[in-house]
Nanobody, 128 residues
Framework: EVQLVESGGGLVQAGGSLRLSCAASGFTFDGYTIGWFRQAPGKGREGVSCISSSDTSTYYRDSVKGRFTISSDNAKNTMYLQMNSLKPEDTAVYYC?????????????????????WGKGTLVTVFS
């Protein structure tokens, strides 16, 4: 059974940091595009950052560039999102997801291709 389990969310003051983890089981990352998406209260889901597990290319949405860093450890089947300089507008449920197709990270993260598996999410709340 394929499972993605997020962890690391929590309550943090603006300017603080959190590190999210996404542990996968039932398959390996190799060759897939994996990413973080978020959904804020009352808003639609948006791609935050994606990484190709094959060539390590990355994509970040403009609002998180320079503050968030995505990485993956294929040996551990775990993906991370280091979030620094957090802002109240980063408050959302963060989901990890995997696309098994050979699409580019930009297209996957911008929602042009459906993701094959999703985690259940972890809540990040940033207060000012």
């Amino acid at each position: 059974e394929v499972q993605l389990v997020e962890s690391g969310g929590g309550l943090v003051q603006a300017g603080g940091s959190l590190r999210l983890s996404c542990a996968a089981s039932g398959f390996t990352f190799d060759g897939y595009t994996i990413g973080w998406f978020r959904q804020a209260p009352g808003k639609g889901r948006e791609g935050v950052s994606c990484i190709s597990s094959s060539d390590t290319s990355t994509y970040y949405r403009d609002s998180v560039k320079g503050r968030f860093t995505i990485s993956s450890d294929n040996a551990k089947n775990t993906m991370y999102l280091q979030m620094n300089s957090l802002k109240p507008e980063d408050t959302a449920v963060y989901y990890c997801a995997i696309n098994r197709g050979a699409w580019g990270v930009r297209g996957v993260c911008q929602g042009h291709y459906a993701m094959d598996y999703w985690g259940k999410g972890t809540l990040v709340t940033v207060f000012s």
